[in-house]
């Protein structure tokens, strides 16, 4: 942007010139109007002497007036733009554009300019973001809708080839077709409930919970489950003492039942699963004797109902800590 008038160079023009031009009147006059006449009759040395320091009292006095006035002036230009950009920090919203003089545009101005203009830019950037997400939010969405049904037209084929006489090597086929398509299914699922609570739309009424009586119920739910898997299960739920969460009891639910999936799908062949309730530490912990994350071949994908679980914790202001090896895998779920 091209600079019109420097307000430092105004300063220092008017500056030297309150300092300069009294000493070049004095010495003009004294030269030109006859001075030194004036100085032999009227004047004597001593009253030389006050006129001098009474013009170089005028230059220090009229010097810090002029720049008591242009601080000032500063210090007030620069503290509306402070305001305005602590205004929009604290309240974390875009500032609105400052006004700005065009026809002085000086070093202030243009500081009010340039700020203005990243303004803009960053709300067309929050435009385009917002409508790319939205888009994208609307995309997952009809996707999730259009591949279910077909899913279920392909569920119903491996259903009717069920019912064929067929070798042992297609029976094992159609069961890990049949695996796969209820694979497909849950990650749909899992894609549509993170686009639903990313955006929003996900109902979260946070309450105080009793965490051992919400661990309690979600493990009496799953243990068939476990059982049919034959998987040992290790429990450590204190029934007689407690603590309480402020967090939404489907979020937590949610959030359990993804992590005893984790343990069917993945960690099944351990036979081993341990859940606690640490009333002590107000924690809550699960843990298998698995192949760990790393060795597990559905750990490789994009672990959408993972990121899910994270996304429900950090948003009712709790984290979950991994801890997985060759040996299991170990999840602390505690207060951020």
Same mark, same amino acid.
């Given at each position: 942007?091209?600079?019109?008038?420097?307000? #430092?160079?105004?300063?220092?023009?008017?500056?030297?010139?309150?300092?300069?031009?009294?000493?070049?009147?004095?010495?003009?006059?004294?030269?030109?109007?006859?001075?030194?006449?004036?100085?032999?009759?009227? %004047?004597?040395?001593?009253?030389?002497?006050?006129?001098?320091?009474?013009? #170089?009292?005028?230059?220090?006095?009229?010097?810090?007036?002029?720049?008591?006035?242009?601080?000032?002036?500063?210090?007030?230009?620069?503290?509306?733009?402070?305001?305005?950009?602590?205004?929009?920090?604290?309240?974390?919203?875009?500032?609105?554009?400052?006004?700005?003089?065009?026809?002085?545009?000086?070093?202030?101005?243009?500081?009010?300019?340039?700020?203005?203009?990243?303004?803009?830019?960053?709300?067309?950037?929050?435009?385009?973001? =917002?409508?790319?997400?939205?888009?994208?939010?609307? %995309?997952?969405?009809?996707?999730?809708?259009?591949?279910?049904?077909?899913?279920?037209?392909?569920?119903?084929?491996?259903?009717?080839?069920?019912?064929?006489?067929?070798?042992?090597?297609?029976?094992?086929?159609?069961?890990?077709?049949?695996?796969?398509?209820?694979?497909?299914?849950?990650?749909?699922?899992?894609?549509?409930?993170?686009?639903?609570?990313?955006?929003?739309?996900?109902?979260?009424?946070?309450?105080?919970?009793?965490?051992?009586?919400?661990?309690?119920?979600?493990?009496?739910?799953?243990?068939?489950?476990?059982?049919?898997?034959?998987?040992?299960?290790?429990?450590? %739920?204190?029934?007689?003492?407690? #603590?309480?969460?402020?967090?939404?009891?489907?979020?937590?639910?949610?959030?359990?039942?993804?992590?005893?999936?984790?343990?069917?799908?993945?960690?099944?062949?351990?036979?081993?699963?341990?859940?606690?309730?640490?009333?002590?530490?107000?924690?809550?912990?699960?843990?298998?004797?698995?192949?760990?994350?790393?060795?597990?071949? =559905?750990?490789?994908?994009?672990?959408?109902?993972?990121?899910?679980?994270?996304?429900?914790?950090?948003?009712?202001?709790?984290?979950?800590?991994?801890?997985?090896?060759?040996?299991?895998?170990?999840?602390?779920?505690?207060?951020?």
């Amino acid at each position: 942007m091209k600079q019109n008038r420097s307000l #430092f160079r105004r300063f220092l023009k008017v500056h030297f010139l309150f300092i300069f031009l009294p000493p070049i009147v004095l010495i003009f006059f004294s030269a030109f109007v006859g001075f030194s006449d004036i100085h032999e009759k009227d %004047l004597n040395t001593l009253n030389l002497f006050y006129v001098t320091v009474l013009l #170089f009292g005028f230059i220090i006095v009229t010097f810090v007036i002029l720049s008591w006035l242009f601080f000032l002036k500063l210090q007030k230009r620069l503290t509306r733009l402070q305001e305005v950009m602590s205004f929009s920090a604290h309240n974390n919203s875009f500032p609105k554009p400052i006004p700005v003089q065009t026809d002085r545009m000086d070093e202030i101005d243009q500081l009010g300019s340039s700020f203005n203009w990243m303004i803009q830019q960053l709300e067309d950037s929050r435009k385009r973001e =917002y409508e790319e997400e939205l888009l994208r939010h609307r %995309l997952i969405a009809n996707l999730s809708h259009d591949l279910r049904t077909p899913l279920t037209i392909l569920r119903g084929q491996v259903t009717r080839l069920n019912k064929e006489s067929m070798s042992l090597e297609g029976q094992n086929s159609l069961a890990e077709m049949n695996h796969t398509i209820t694979r497909i299914g849950d990650l749909m699922d899992d894609l549509l409930s993170y686009t639903l609570l990313t955006s929003g739309k996900y109902p979260f009424e946070p309450t105080p919970t009793d965490i051992g009586r919400l661990v309690r119920a979600s493990v009496a739910a799953w243990y068939p489950a476990f059982e049919e898997k034959e998987i040992q299960l290790d429990v450590d %739920l204190p029934t007689e003492e407690t #603590f309480y969460w402020e967090a939404d009891p489907k979020w937590m639910t949610r959030v359990l039942d993804n992590l005893f999936q984790n343990i069917l799908r993945h960690a099944a062949e351990g036979k081993y699963a341990n859940i606690v309730v640490d009333v002590e530490q107000e924690q809550i912990i699960v843990a298998d004797r698995g192949p760990g994350m790393d060795s597990s071949p =559905y750990e490789r994908g994009a672990g959408i109902g993972l990121s899910t679980s994270k996304y429900m914790l950090k948003k009712m202001k709790l984290k979950a800590d991994f801890t997985s090896n060759e040996n299991g895998t170990s999840v602390a779920i505690g207060r951020a």
